[in-house]
């Protein structure tokens, strides 16, 4: 018995863990956790294969460990490949969170800039036109008392307006923090969730092995010839 062909292809593209930051792109982990997928269902398959032609040898014991082994060591491959797809696409998605959130901050001392801005032209025009209020206000008393009246009414307007914006941008910038925080819980979240399925997995996967090894001892005594215990 050998090992496949597509997972000879399979393994010699992996590359080795050696513990340092992995070099691969979103899209190629996303390829890879592809692969991986692939590698375990295609060693599950092989696997499934090896027992039925080991239950044809007299002596299936050694046949079938050696395909467990096989099915053990792709397994294993792929789940490696399949972490490290995995931690490159949590990076991937904390540094779009990152890019965002530090956008918004810097955007908002830009906001502010800018309003403070409008506000100095507002007042530098205001003292304009306060200057001639007062050289117009001997000729037409009446005139400019409605004038600043409008003045002081628009100048009020404004700074509700200005007023308004602020707490609208303070409300969107907590919001926007609210989101990103319960964004990152949901993935906290979903990452539990996620290692809870593999322990199941791994257990699963140790149960059937043992209970396969039960059954190839039984079919190993029964032929040779002895009760199985």
Known sequence: ???????????????????????????????????????????????????????????????????????????????????????????????????????????????????QTDAERYRESEAKRAAERERRQAEDPAKFESRRNKVAADKAAHERKVAKQQKLDAKRAADAEDKARKKKEGEQQHEERVKKIEERKRNYAEKLQRREAREAAQQAAQAAGQPAK
């Open 1 to 115: 018995m050998f090992v496949p062909a597509w997972a000879a292809a399979q393994t010699a593209e992996a590359p080795q863990a050696t513990g340092a930051p992995s070099a691969l792109t979103l899209k190629e982990a996303q390829a890879q956790r592809a692969r991986a997928k692939a590698l375990k269902s295609g060693a599950d398959k092989a696997y499934t294969a090896d027992r039925k032609a080991c239950q044809k040898q007299a002596i299936a014991i050694g046949c079938m460990s050696a395909a467990k082994e096989r099915r053990s060591e792709l397994t294993k491959q792929a789940d490696a490949l399949e972490r490290e797809a995995r931690a490159v696409e949590l990076e991937a998605r904390r540094r779009e969170v990152e890019t965002k959130t530090a956008k918004r901050e810097a955007a908002a001392p830009v906001r502010e800039a800018k309003q």
